[in-house]
C-alpha cells in the first residue's frame, strides 16, 4: 500500500480537530464584535488594541517569568530524578517501580492537585501552623499562599514528570559503554556529567522544555487560582476576553501566543535535532 | 376552542382539576385563597403536550422549579443554568434557542435593542397588582428616593408591544417579568475583626491589608470600587453606575494604588472561591454573595452580612419571553410566569434569603417564624431550614440587615451597564493586572 494513504487517516483527524479550529481562530481575530454579537469583517483593531495596551506587555512579561524559573526548577530536579532513575537504580524492576511512584500525583486530576496547596500554604495552613507552634515565627507568612510563589510551587508541582519522563528516556538510551570509556580515559565522577550524560540527554531535555514551557504560557486555571487572581498571565488575559464575549479579541491573543510560542519552540529545535537523536 | 387566556377564575374546575391529580391540598389552599385568578382551566389538555425552554443565572433555575411546574400546570419546563454574560449572549444571537429567558436587569439595557424578547402584556399578569413598587416606579414606599445605576423600573417597560425603547414610566408592556432581587453589601469576620463595621471605607482600610478581597467581575466590581471611594470622599459620582471616564480612572487609581500596596488577598471570580477565602480566614472583609454568608455560616464559622451605612449594591432578576412563542405555546408561558408569581417560588426564594417580586404571595407558602425570619427580620423562634433541607440559623439569630423594608429601603445603588462600559473593562482589566 501507498505509505501515503496510511498516513490519510491521522492526517483527517488533526485536520479536522487541530489544523480547522486554528484557522477558524486566525479568522476570527479579524472580525469586530460589539457586546453581544460577533461581526464578521476584517479589521485590525484586535491587534491594534492588544499592541497598544501596556498590560499585554507586562502580561507577557509576568508569563515568560513564570515559564523561565518553573522551566530551571522543573529542569534541575527533572534531571536529578532521571538521572538517579536511570544509573543509580540498578535493577529494571525497581526502575519502573519508582518511575511509577513518581507519576502518583497524576492519579488525580490537575485542578485537585493544585486546590490541594490552599490548605498547606494559606494563613491557617500546615506550615504556618507548625511554623507558628515550633514558635519559629511570631507572625503567619503571608506569601506562601496567593503569590508568585504559590504559582510556581504549583507550576513546578504539576509539570515536573513532563521532564522526568523524556530525560529519563534519553539517559536509558546511553551506551554504558560510552561512560566506561569516559572513565577509562581519566574523567571523574562530575566531568562524565557535564561533558558525556548532559549533552547526550539533550533530546531529552529539549522535548521537556517543550511540554514545561508551552503547557505555562497557555496556562490560565493555576495562576488564577494560586494567586488569588492578583497575577495575571497571557492565558488568564484570554479567558477574561472570552469570558466577556469578546471573542474576536480573544481570537487575536490566541493566535500572537501561538506565534511567539511557536518561535520559541522553532528556536530550541535549532540547538538539538530532536528527530535525528531520537 | 378558543385562543384567549381564561381569566374568570373558576373554582370549581380548578379544584376538580387539582383534585384528580391528587394535590387536594394545595389546590384547596390555592382555590380559598384567591390563587386561582392566574389558572386557566380550558388549556388543561393541549397544554401537557407544551414544552418551554428556560435557560438563565443560577439562581433562581433550580430543578424543584421544573418538577413542580410538571405537577401544577401539566407541561414541561426545561430548565438550562448559564453564567450572566451568556445568557445574554445567547438572547442576543440565538432568539431560536429559548421561549423563556431569565435574566438580570441590567443586561436587559443591552439585549433589549435586539428585538429578541417581546414585552408582557401586563393586563394578562394575575398577580400584577402584587408586584413590589421597585418593579414600576422605582418606589419601595411612596417616599422611597430612587436608587442610582440601572433600576429595574428605568427598563421595566415599553412603549407598544414592538418597541425596541424603554419607557419613561409605567405602560402596559412589561420588558420583563421581575422574580428575584437583592441588596449586597460587605461580608466580613466579625471573630477576626473584634469590632464593629459600618462603613464601605473598611475594605481599604489599612488594618485589613492583605485580608480584604474584591470580587473580579468587572461590572459588579467597579460598583463595589465606587461605593468604597464615595464613602471614603475621595470622589463624588454623578451616578455610580453611569460613570464618566475620569471618574472610572479614579475609581480605579485608588484601587490600583491600594492592590500595590497589597491591601487585598485575592480577587475572586466564583461563588466557591468567596467561601473558601472567608471560610479560611483568609480573608476577613470582602465583597459577597448572600447565599455565599450562608454558605460559610453553615460550616459554623462567624460571618456577617454587614449592612453599611452609605446603603446596599442591589440587583434583580426577571423572565423574559422570545418574540418567537405565539399560540399556546404562548399562554402556556403566561400561565407559567403567574404560577412563577403566585407564591410557591417566591416561598423557595425568599427562604433562601432571595426577596420574591410579589412578597405577599409567598407569605402562604412559608411558615410565619420563616416569614417573620426572611422578610420581617424578627428573631427565629425555631432553627431556620433552607428548602433543600440544610440548617441555615439557629433559634433566635435575626437576619443580618433586618426586615425587607429596612433592607430594600436603604439600596444605593443598582447593578448596571455603563456607557463607558467598554472603556470601564479595559481599565478594570489593567487594575487587575497592575
Given at each position: 500500500m501507498n505509505p501515503k494513504l496510511q498516513v490519510l487517516p491521522l492526517l483527517a483527524i488533526l485536520s479536522l480537530f487541530f489544523i480547522g479550529p486554528i484557522i477558524i481562530i486566525f479568522i476570527v481575530s479579524f472580525w469586530d464584535y460589539t457586546e453581544f454579537s460577533l461581526v464578521p469583517d476584517f479589521v485590525f483593531t484586535n491587534y491594534v488594541e492588544l499592541f497598544g495596551s501596556k498590560v499585554t506587555y507586562s502580561v507577557y512579561i509576568n508569563t515568560l517569568k513564570f515559564a523561565g524559573i518553573s522551566w530551571a526548577i522543573t529542569l534541575l530536579i527533572g534531571f536529578t530524578v532521571a538521572y538517579f532513575l536511570a544509573f543509580h537504580v540498578r535493577s529494571l524492576r525497581w526502575q519502573i517501580v519508582l518511575f511509577l511512584v513518581c507519576t502518583i500525583p497524576f492519579w488525580t486530576s490537575n485542578i485537585i492537585r493544585m486546590i490541594a496547596w490552599i490548605p498547606v500554604l494559606g494563613r491557617n495552613g500546615l506550615i504556618n501552623k507548625t511554623l507558628l507552634s515550633l514558635g519559629l515565627i511570631e507572625n503567619p507568612i503571608d506569601w506562601l499562599l496567593y503569590s508568585d510563589f504559590a504559582v510556581i510551587l504549583a507550576f513546578v508541582h504539576l509539570y515536573t514528570l513532563f521532564m522526568v519522563v523524556p530525560i529519563f528516556n534519553s539517559m536509558m538510551r546511553i551506551d554504558r559503554s560510552v561512560l566506561e570509556a569516559a572513565r577509562d580515559a581519566g574523567a571523574n565522577g562530575f566531568q562524565i556529567l557535564f561533558h558525556v550524560i548532559g549533552p547526550l540527554s539533550r533530546p531529552g531535555i529539549a522535548i521537556g522544555t517543550i511540554f514545561v514551557v508551552s503547557l505555562i504560557m497557555g496556562d490560565f486555571v493555576t495562576v488564577q487560582a494560586m494567586s488569588g487572581g492578583q497575577s495575571a498571565s497571557v492565558g488568564v488575559a484570554m479567558n477574561h476576553k472570552r469570558a466577556l464575549l469578546q471573542y474576536p479579541a480573544a481570537a487575536a491573543d490566541a493566535v500572537i501566543l501561538l506565534i511567539v510560542v511557536l518561535t520559541m519552540v522553532a528556536i530550541l529545535m535549532r540547538t538539538v535535532n530532536i528527530r535525528k537523536e531520537l | 376552542m378558543t385562543k384567549k387566556l381564561h381569566h374568570s377564575g373558576d373554582k370549581n374546575s380548578l379544584t376538580r382539576r387539582s383534585v384528580l391529580r391528587g394535590v387536594g391540598a394545595i389546590g384547596g389552599l390555592a382555590a380559598g385563597s384567591g390563587l386561582i385568578t392566574g389558572f386557566p382551566t380550558i388549556w388543561a389538555q393541549n397544554i401537557k403536550n407544551v414544552t418551554l425552554r428556560q435557560f438563565g443565572t443560577g439562581v433562581s433555575n433550580i430543578n424543584e422549579i421544573a418538577k413542580k411546574?410538571?405537577?401544577?400546570?401539566?407541561?414541561?419546563?426545561?430548565?438550562?443554568?448559564?453564567?450572566?454574560?451568556?445568557?445574554?449572549?445567547?438572547?442576543?444571537?440565538?432568539?431560536?434557542?429559548?421561549?423563556?429567558?431569565?435574566?438580570?436587569?441590567?443586561?436587559?439595557?443591552?439585549?433589549?435593542?435586539?428585538?429578541?424578547?417581546?414585552?408582557?402584556?401586563?393586563?394578562?399578569?394575575?398577580?400584577?397588582?402584587?408586584?413590589?413598587?421597585?418593579?414600576?416606579?422605582?418606589?419601595?414606599?411612596?417616599?422611597?428616593?430612587?436608587?442610582?445605576?440601572?433600576?429595574?423600573?428605568?427598563?421595566?417597560?415599553?412603549?407598544?408591544?414592538?418597541?425596541?425603547?424603554?419607557?419613561?414610566?409605567?405602560?402596559?408592556?412589561?420588558?420583563?417579568?421581575?422574580?428575584?432581587?437583592?441588596?449586597?453589601?460587605?461580608?466580613?469576620?466579625?471573630?477576626?475583626?473584634?469590632?464593629?463595621?459600618?462603613?464601605?471605607?473598611?475594605?481599604?482600610?489599612?488594618?485589613?491589608?492583605?485580608?480584604?478581597?474584591?470580587?473580579?467581575?468587572?461590572?459588579?466590581?467597579?460598583?463595589?470600587?465606587?461605593?468604597?471611594?464615595?464613602?471614603?470622599?475621595?470622589?463624588?459620582?454623578?451616578?455610580?453606575?453611569?460613570?464618566?471616564?475620569?471618574?472610572?480612572?479614579?475609581?480605579?487609581?485608588?484601587?490600583?494604588?491600594?492592590?500595590?500596596?497589597?491591601?487585598?488577598?485575592?480577587?475572586?471570580?466564583?461563588?466557591?472561591?468567596?467561601?473558601?477565602?472567608?471560610?479560611?480566614?483568609?480573608?476577613?472583609?470582602?465583597?459577597?454573595?448572600?447565599?455565599?454568608?450562608?454558605?460559610?455560616?453553615?460550616?459554623?464559622?462567624?460571618?456577617?452580612?454587614?449592612?453599611?451605612?452609605?446603603?446596599?449594591?442591589?440587583?434583580?432578576?426577571?423572565?423574559?419571553?422570545?418574540?418567537?412563542?405565539?399560540?399556546?405555546?404562548?399562554?402556556?408561558?403566561?400561565?407559567?410566569?403567574?404560577?412563577?408569581?403566585?407564591?410557591?417560588?417566591?416561598?423557595?426564594?425568599?427562604?433562601?434569603?432571595?426577596?420574591?417580586?410579589?412578597?405577599?404571595?409567598?407569605?402562604?407558602?412559608?411558615?410565619?417564624?420563616?416569614?417573620?425570619?426572611?422578610?420581617?427580620?424578627?428573631?427565629?423562634?425555631?432553627?431556620?431550614?433552607?428548602p433543600f433541607g440544610n440548617k441555615l440559623e439557629k433559634a433566635g439569630s435575626t437576619r443580618d440587615g433586618g426586615s425587607f423594608y429596612d433592607r430594600m429601603g436603604k439600596v444605593e445603588c443598582w447593578n448596571s451597564v455603563m456607557k463607558e462600559n467598554r472603556y470601564m473593562v479595559k481599565k478594570w482589566n489593567e487594575f487587575i493586572a497592575a
Amino acid at each position: 500500500m501507498n505509505p501515503k494513504l496510511q498516513v490519510l487517516p491521522l492526517l483527517a483527524i488533526l485536520s479536522l480537530f487541530f489544523i480547522g479550529p486554528i484557522i477558524i481562530i486566525f479568522i476570527v481575530s479579524f472580525w469586530d464584535y460589539t457586546e453581544f454579537s460577533l461581526v464578521p469583517d476584517f479589521v485590525f483593531t484586535n491587534y491594534v488594541e492588544l499592541f497598544g495596551s501596556k498590560v499585554t506587555y507586562s502580561v507577557y512579561i509576568n508569563t515568560l517569568k513564570f515559564a523561565g524559573i518553573s522551566w530551571a526548577i522543573t529542569l534541575l530536579i527533572g534531571f536529578t530524578v532521571a538521572y538517579f532513575l536511570a544509573f543509580h537504580v540498578r535493577s529494571l524492576r525497581w526502575q519502573i517501580v519508582l518511575f511509577l511512584v513518581c507519576t502518583i500525583p497524576f492519579w488525580t486530576s490537575n485542578i485537585i492537585r493544585m486546590i490541594a496547596w490552599i490548605p498547606v500554604l494559606g494563613r491557617n495552613g500546615l506550615i504556618n501552623k507548625t511554623l507558628l507552634s515550633l514558635g519559629l515565627i511570631e507572625n503567619p507568612i503571608d506569601w506562601l499562599l496567593y503569590s508568585d510563589f504559590a504559582v510556581i510551587l504549583a507550576f513546578v508541582h504539576l509539570y515536573t514528570l513532563f521532564m522526568v519522563v523524556p530525560i529519563f528516556n534519553s539517559m536509558m538510551r546511553i551506551d554504558r559503554s560510552v561512560l566506561e570509556a569516559a572513565r577509562d580515559a581519566g574523567a571523574n565522577g562530575f566531568q562524565i556529567l557535564f561533558h558525556v550524560i548532559g549533552p547526550l540527554s539533550r533530546p531529552g531535555i529539549a522535548i521537556g522544555t517543550i511540554f514545561v514551557v508551552s503547557l505555562i504560557m497557555g496556562d490560565f486555571v493555576t495562576v488564577q487560582a494560586m494567586s488569588g487572581g492578583q497575577s495575571a498571565s497571557v492565558g488568564v488575559a484570554m479567558n477574561h476576553k472570552r469570558a466577556l464575549l469578546q471573542y474576536p479579541a480573544a481570537a487575536a491573543d490566541a493566535v500572537i501566543l501561538l506565534i511567539v510560542v511557536l518561535t520559541m519552540v522553532a528556536i530550541l529545535m535549532r540547538t538539538v535535532n530532536i528527530r535525528k537523536e531520537l | 376552542m378558543t385562543k384567549k387566556l381564561h381569566h374568570s377564575g373558576d373554582k370549581n374546575s380548578l379544584t376538580r382539576r387539582s383534585v384528580l391529580r391528587g394535590v387536594g391540598a394545595i389546590g384547596g389552599l390555592a382555590a380559598g385563597s384567591g390563587l386561582i385568578t392566574g389558572f386557566p382551566t380550558i388549556w388543561a389538555q393541549n397544554i401537557k403536550n407544551v414544552t418551554l425552554r428556560q435557560f438563565g443565572t443560577g439562581v433562581s433555575n433550580i430543578n424543584e422549579i421544573a418538577k413542580k411546574v410538571k405537577s401544577d400546570l401539566g407541561f414541561t419546563l426545561q430548565m438550562t443554568a448559564l453564567d450572566t454574560d451568556t445568557t445574554a449572549q445567547r438572547v442576543v444571537t440565538q432568539p431560536k434557542s429559548f421561549d423563556i429567558a431569565d435574566i438580570e436587569y441590567f443586561t436587559v439595557k443591552k439585549i433589549w435593542g435586539a428585538g429578541n424578547l417581546q414585552p408582557f402584556d401586563v393586563r394578562k399578569l394575575s398577580n400584577y397588582d402584587k408586584i413590589v413598587g421597585i418593579f414600576k416606579n422605582g418606589k419601595l414606599t411612596p417616599t422611597s428616593k430612587i436608587a442610582q445605576g440601572t433600576a429595574p423600573h428605568t427598563v421595566g417597560f415599553t412603549e407598544s408591544q414592538t418597541s425596541r425603547d424603554f419607557a419613561a414610566s409605567e405602560t402596559n408592556w412589561y420588558t420583563l417579568v421581575p422574580t428575584i432581587y437583592n441588596a449586597d453589601t460587605l461580608g466580613i469576620r466579625p471573630d477576626l475583626i473584634g469590632r464593629p463595621i459600618s462603613s464601605w471605607t473598611e475594605l481599604l482600610n489599612p488594618e485589613f491589608k492583605g485580608k480584604a478581597s474584591i470580587l473580579n467581575i468587572a461590572s459588579i466590581g467597579i460598583m463595589d470600587a465606587a461605593m468604597v471611594c464615595e464613602a471614603m470622599g475621595e470622589i463624588k459620582y454623578g451616578d455610580k453606575g453611569n460613570m464618566t471616564k475620569t471618574e472610572i480612572d479614579k475609581t480605579m487609581e485608588i484601587f490600583t494604588e491600594a492592590k500595590k500596596a497589597g491591601q487585598f488577598r485575592a480577587f475572586w471570580k466564583t461563588f466557591d472561591e468567596s467561601v473558601n477565602l472567608m471560610a479560611s480566614g483568609e480573608v476577613v472583609i470582602q465583597s459577597m454573595w448572600s447565599p455565599a454568608i450562608t454558605k460559610v455560616r453553615s460550616m459554623n464559622i462567624p460571618c456577617v452580612y454587614q449592612p453599611l451605612k452609605e446603603g446596599y449594591r442591589s440587583w434583580g432578576g426577571g423572565l423574559g419571553i422570545s418574540r418567537n412563542l405565539s399560540g399556546i405555546s404562548l399562554e402556556a408561558a403566561y400561565e407559567y410566569i403567574n404560577w412563577y408569581l403566585s407564591g410557591w417560588v417566591g416561598g423557595l426564594l425568599m427562604r433562601q434569603g432571595y426577596y420574591s417580586a410579589a412578597p405577599e404571595t409567598s407569605k402562604k407558602f412559608m411558615s410565619g417564624d420563616e416569614w417573620g425570619f426572611w422578610f420581617e427580620g424578627k428573631a427565629a423562634k425555631d432553627d431556620i431550614i433552607d428548602p433543600f433541607g440544610n440548617k441555615l440559623e439557629k433559634a433566635g439569630s435575626t437576619r443580618d440587615g433586618g426586615s425587607f423594608y429596612d433592607r430594600m429601603g436603604k439600596v444605593e445603588c443598582w447593578n448596571s451597564v455603563m456607557k463607558e462600559n467598554r472603556y470601564m473593562v479595559k481599565k478594570w482589566n489593567e487594575f487587575i493586572a497592575a
